[in-house]
């Protein structure tokens, strides 16, 4: 026994039944049938062709996402590159001056706190912090 399929005619709107390896036929060939009352109908995309489209689309996303991932991944190692770079240099101006060495003229000070706010106001400390003077032991 055949199994049927409803229809609805999309230029009457007549309800009708058709079999069902029929309709499998017409997605397949995307060929012309027609309702009871002689409009012509037809599947413009079949099932394989919906189901490849869908294929394609997720391709395409997958090959994006996949982009974007590699470029984060890039910003990333630059991002941590840079912050190494000012760590570095931030260690070594602590180091710097906390040796009595001024940051801005390189010379060396007894009170480079004093030296900082007279000839350096402009000037100002990585973080807020203030440039401390080191207490030197005198012979």
Known sequence: MATFDELNCTSCGCLFGMPLGYLNNRRGDKAFFYCPNGHTMSYTESEADRLRRERDRLKQQQARLEEENA??????????????????????????????????????????????????????????????PIKRKTA
Request: net charge positive; proline share 3%.
């Open 71 to 132: 470029a984060a991944l890039l910003a990333l190692d630059v991002a941590r590159d840079r912050m190494q770079k000012a760590e570095k240099a931030n260690k070594r101006l602590k180091k710097r001056t906390s040796a009595g060495t001024c940051p801005c003229c390189n010379r060396t000070f007894g009170n480079m706190a004093e030296h900082m706010k007279h000839q350096h106001p402009e000037f100002v400390a990585d973080g807020g912090a203030k440039v401390v």
